[in-house]
């Protein structure tokens, strides 16, 4: 232990980015920590339409690559450690990877969300083997076979349109009678005479018999009903891509910052946390809207509001 | 690192003797693309005891799919051509890797 940062970010997504920029911009030293992939979850993203600028055939991808360069022109250091604890008990707060302690006067979490999990029997056995949470990584292994898109929402309807480019069928699963996505999506997933849906059931069981997916059991919640699916037997194999939506990342702080009912951190427009110079940003906040257009916001006011306790307080 | 394809597998993988460590990844694949500097560095580190290769699956999606291998990234390590062990999508992060590694050197 040694150097203390002006500021730490926690995560490197769009929220993370942002406030670097913000930060490096304002020549405060700054230190991102990202534990997997730089992006978070729009780096599995195959089209930005919504992102105000964006050029058009923009990638997640390509869009972190250039908010990437944009932070290096800044200084901004970016190190691939897990965050793993913290502590915020003095003026000077400590972030703990397994590699080293660093030292911060204010720390921005921007930790964003996970996918959510169905939690059904089978769905971590065979997690990889037929069961995917990521559209983009693995639609390549169903070209030609069936695909079932377990999710109503944006992200499982958007995700539904890109596979049928790949599977020969797409059956989209979803617990109720219509659809949560955006009205635009849905009317291109309608039109899709690849995509077929399956209304107001849930998965109970995935299984297979030859180490990947090869059946499935979905419960009606209206009639009651168990239906079984299965492979066909040319194919042996069927998707099951689980897109239900996100839980908050907040195991390592959960003890410390106050959350709000849905488990996001409860922070308003101003992004202050219960602990005096630690600020939130992103989807880990709770928000009405999450997109890169509102965490990349919340970056910046989060690097500003960070500028501002260090300038007051020390 | 060996480039795996449909050609070599077997011989590289399945017919090899002693330890081969394998990474399945994908051109579009973030995951396996921000997993991939680590994989480097733990053959680096551990490249003496244990074979490390890499089979980008659009050179081998069967070859893939017959080891059990439908998403990714997955990383595998086989002993005398038989999988003893793996790890697959978040599961897979470098230090999980280096720990799966350590446990078969």
């Keep these: 232990m040694s150097k203390i940062y002006d500021v730490i970010i926690v995560g490197g997504g769009p929220a993370g980015l942002s406030a670097g920029l913000y930060a490096g911009r304002a020549k405060l030293d700054t230190l ?5 992939k730089v992006g978070g979850q729009i780096v599995t993203t195959d089209e930005i339409e919504n992102y105000p600028g964006s050029i058009s055939d923009e990638t997640g991808p390509k869009l972190i690559e250039r908010m990437v360069d944009q932070i290096n022109n800044f200084g901004v250091e970016l190190r691939h450690e897990e965050v793993t604890g913290f502590d915020f008990s003095d003026k000077i707060k400590v972030v703990t990877t397994p590699q080293e302690n660093y030292q911060a006067k204010s720390v921005i979490l921007a930790t964003g969300a996970v996918p959510r999990k169905l939690d059904c029997p089978g769905e971590k056995k065979f997690t990889g083997r037929g069961v995917s949470y990521c559209a983009t990584c693995d639609a390549a292994f169903y070209e030609d076979l069936e695909i079932y898109v377990i999710g109503g929402g944006d992200t499982a309807v958007e995700e539904a349109c890109y596979l049928t480019k790949f599977a020969r069928k797409v059956y989209v699963v979803h617990r109720r009678d219509e659809l949560r996505a955006a009205k635009s999506i849905q009317d291109k997933a309608f039109a899709n005479d690849k995509i077929e849906f ?4 849930v998965v109970k069981e995935i299984s297979g018999e030859e180490g990947v997916v090869d059946r499935m059991v979905l419960h009606n919640r209206k009639t009651g009903e168990d239906t079984e699916i299965l492979a066909d037997e040319d194919d042996g194999i069927f998707g099951v891509f689980v897109l239900v939506g996100y839980i908050p990342e907040t ?11 849905g488990g996001y951190i409860d922070a308003k427009e101003d992004l202050l946390t219960n602990q005096e110079g630690v600020f939130a940003a992103g989807d880990i906040r709770g928000k009405v809207l999450r997109q890169v257009v509102t965490a990349t916001s919340d970056g ?6 960070a500028e501002k306790y260090i300038e007051e307080n020390f | 690192m060996v480039e795996l394809d449909r050609k070599n597998f077997d011989a590289e993988v399945l017919e090899a003797e002693g330890l081969v460590l394998v990474d399945f990844w994908g051109q579009s694949c973030e995951p396996c693309k921000a ?3 680590h994989i480097h560095a733990l053959e680096e580190k551990y490249g003496d005891k244990i074979k490390f290769a890499s089979l980008d699956i659009s050179k081998g999606r069967r070859v893939a799919m017959a080891q059990g291998v439908a998403g ?5 390590i086989y002993k005398d051509g038989v999988m003893i062990d793996d790890l697959r999508g978040d ?7 280096e720990e ?4 078969h050197v």
Excluded: G, H
Excluded at chain 2, 91 to 97: G, N, Q, V
């Design chain 2, 91 to 97: 599961d897979a992060t470098a230090a999980a890797i």
């Design chain 1, 300 to 305: 910046a006011i989060a690097a500003i509001q």
């Design chain 1, 198 to 201: 399956i209304w107001d059931s």
């Design chain 2, 100 to 103: 799966m590694i350590k446990k």
């Design chain 2, 72 to 76: 990714l990234p997955a990383i595998y």
């Design chain 2, 35 to 37: 997993l991939m500097p």
């Design chain 1, 251 to 261: 195991k390592t702080f959960e003890n410390l910052i106050t959350l709000d009912e």
């Design chain 1, 32 to 36: 991102i920590l990202e534990k997997a």
